[in-house]
């Protein structure tokens, strides 16, 4: 099983920061098998990035991926008001598992 | 458009059973793998299981294989978990989610239902 790990476990920011965060995998991802995705309190998770850097149907460009291999990172550019929530990475590339998430909250 | 809908959750006692539904519609459902995925309270995601498009492969998490048995009706656009010998660890929001593609297997979900809470507890 690959386990995947993220870094920070809590980001504390301010709205128009730049977020970075990181997934790291036990063992290579095969093909940039790898998506991100944003879940806020009660709701279900939403997709954000498949294949390691291809945005979802309706996703704003501020959201954007990238890694191969065993790295992979979730870059939100300017932070907006409805993007303090949780991200998780996942990877698809050997059945399937998640990472534990990596909460962005206010500052 | 797209929605996903879980039903049955509730509390049930560990040993018992309880079966999941989840009702697709606004898409083709007999074109899409579909997924089970769970999150215990205050964790993160699980996958738990997953179905070709008619059923004739399934997918099966280590912690719930022997005891969880995922099925489709596509003539009713209906998904099912059915949770057997329940333990306490299979407490959790129990969410059905759409493969990504009409016709492939890509193991990432681009819908998810709202989830139904399962607790299993004496």
């Known amino acids: 099983e690959i386990v995947l790990t993220q870094s920070p476990a809590t980001l504390s920011l301010s709205p128009g920061d730049r977020a970075t965060l990181s997934c790291r995998a036990s063992?290579?991802?095969?093909?940039?098998?790898v998506a991100w995705y944003q879940q806020k309190p009660g709701q279900a998770p939403r997709l954000l990035i498949y294949?390691?850097?291809s945005r979802a149907t309706g996703i704003p460009d501020r959201f954007s991926g990238s890694g191969s291999g065993t790295d992979f990172t979730l870059t939100i550019s300017r932070l907006e008001p409805e993007d303090f929530a949780v991200y998780y990475c996942q990877q698809y590339g050997q059945l399937t598992t998640f990472g534990q998430g990596t909460k962005v909250e206010f500052k | 458009q797209v929605q996903l809908v879980e039903s049955g959750g509730g509390v049930v006692q560990p040993g018992r059973s309880l079966r999941l539904s989840c009702a697709a519609s606004g898409m083709k459902f007999s074109s899409y793998g579909m997924h089970w995925v769970r999150q215990a309270p205050g964790k993160g995601l699980e996958w738990v299981a997953m179905t070709w498009f008619d059923g004739s492969n399934k997918h099966y998490a280590d912690s719930v294989k022997g005891r969880f048995t995922i099925s489709r009706d596509n003539s009713k656009n209906t998904l099912y978990l059915q949770m057997n010998s329940l333990r306490a660890e299979d407490t959790a929001v129990y969410y059905c989610?759409?493969?990504?593609?009409?016709?492939?297997?890509?193991?990432?979900?681009?819908?998810w239902g709202p989830g139904t809470l399962v607790t299993v507890s004496s």
């Open positions: 294949g390691a850097s």
């Open positions: 063992q290579s991802v095969t093909n940039f098998y």
């Open positions: 989610a759409r493969d990504t593609q009409r016709g492939f297997i890509y193991w990432y979900f681009d819908r």
